[in-house]
């Protein structure tokens, strides 16, 4: 009977152990417990909340950032054509002056043909005048010669006739 007595008294202080314990500690362990749960809830909730926030926001800069790319892919073709375009101007530009200085260098040029030409005739005119007067005037002077000699021989015989 010890050993049943002692099993029944054990028993019966395991049972009011217990029974102590659920009105004291295990309330309040509850309480404790299901707070704590309730605070790891409620962060993990926040924490939830948060990535999808997160995870929104990538989205959205992931998206911005294409936007950006495809923004700058197209800012660098229209950069690449107009700097196409302006250096097309130019060299066409530049090919359009070189012909107009061409033009003018070649009008200029004819002009100063056409004007030296001209000079050179008027010269060629002057000596040929020149020269021509030169010969008549010694012409003239060699006939005055004769013709004084004629008639200095003539009043020389007339002088002998006479």
């Known amino acids: 009977m010890t050993n049943t ?10 049972i009011i152990v217990v029974v102590i314990l659920k009105i004291f ?9 299901q707070e704590r749960s309730s605070s790891y809830r409620s962060s ?26 495809k923004e700058l892919d197209e800012i660098r ?4 054509s107009d700097s196409e375009r302006l250096f097309n101007d130019a060299v066409n530009g530049a090919k359009n002056e070189a012909e107009r200085i061409i ?26 005048a020149d020269k021509a007067e030169k ?19 003539l009043t020389r015989m007339g002088a002998h006739n006479a």
């Open 5 to 14: 007595f002692e099993f029944f008294a054990g028993l019966t202080s395991f």
């Open 25 to 33: 500690l295990f309330g309040s362990m509850k309480n404790a417990v």
């Open 44 to 69: 993990l909730n926040e924490a939830e909340d948060m990535l999808q926030q997160a995870e929104k926001q990538a989205e959205i800069w992931l998206s911005k950032k294409n936007g950006l790319s």
């Open 77 to 80: 073709q229209k950069a690449k």
């Open 103 to 128: 033009k003018d260098a070649s009008s200029e040029a004819e002009n100063l043909r056409e004007a030296l030409r001209h000079t050179l005739q008027s010269d060629l005119v002057d000596r040929v």
């Open 135 to 153: 010969l008549i005037r010694q012409s003239v002077k060699d006939e005055d010669v004769e013709r004084n000699v004629v008639e200095n021989m």
